[in-house]
């Protein structure tokens, strides 16, 4: 079954609706006593006027001539390129810096020896120092595979 849009026309405007969808090859049938099924390329087409306070499928139309009423004013000047930006006032800029709650300053945990002074484990083959037993036979296996 094909899809079809559901559309309940405005009150002041159902006989006219009614007039074109009888008009339409093959004719828009209807749904309930105040709905029709319209296929989705006719309602592509229809006048503006018919829809204008409709309900479609089941949300009030919104007339794309309303979204452009309420669209911003495009902006009086064009922007040239290697021209500079106009100024903007201190209030539009954020603060540099935000504290967060919970972000106080907290000391960086101390890193394990890893080579070097304080390793407690050395590899066997090289004499390498290493600050964990993982990170020794870890550097064996690839440093060292002939090794075993």
Same mark, same amino acid.
């Given at each position: 079954?094909?899809?079809?849009?559901?559309? /309940?026309?405005?009150?002041?405007? #159902?006989?006219?609706?009614?007039?074109?969808?009888?008009? /339409?090859?093959?004719?828009?049938? =209807?749904?309930?006593?105040?709905?029709?099924?319209?296929?989705?390329?006719?309602?592509?087409?229809?006048?503006?006027?018919?829809?204008?306070?409709?309900?479609?499928?089941?949300?009030? +139309?919104?007339? !794309?001539?309303?979204?452009?009423?309420? %669209?911003? %004013?495009?902006?009086? #000047?064009? !922007?040239?390129?290697?021209? !500079? /930006?106009?100024?903007?006032?201190?209030?539009? +800029?954020?603060?540099?810096?935000?504290?967060?709650?919970?972000?106080?300053?907290? !000391?960086?945990?101390?890193?394990?020896?890893?080579?070097?002074?304080?390793?407690?484990?050395?590899?066997?083959?090289?004499?390498?120092?290493?600050?964990?037993?993982?990170?020794?036979? =870890?550097? #064996?296996?690839?440093?060292?595979?002939?090794?075993?």
């Amino acid at each position: 079954m094909p899809m079809l849009i559901t559309v /309940q026309p405005a009150r002041d405007v #159902r006989v006219q609706f009614a007039t074109w969808a009888v008009r /339409q090859t093959p004719k828009v049938r =209807t749904c309930s006593p105040t709905a029709f099924a319209v296929p989705p390329d006719l309602f592509t087409h229809m006048p503006e006027e018919l829809l204008v306070g409709s309900i479609v499928d089941g949300h009030p +139309y919104r007339s !794309p001539l309303e979204d452009e009423a309420l %669209a911003p %004013a495009p902006q009086e #000047r064009t !922007p040239v390129p290697g021209e !500079p /930006q106009p100024e903007l006032l201190e209030e539009a +800029y954020g603060p540099d810096a935000v504290e967060l709650p919970g972000s106080e300053q907290r !000391p960086a945990p101390a890193a394990a020896p890893s080579e070097g002074e304080g390793a407690a484990f050395t590899c066997d083959v090289c004499l390498r120092p290493f600050g964990t037993v993982r990170g020794r036979d =870890t550097h #064996r296996r690839q440093a060292h595979p002939e090794v075993d």
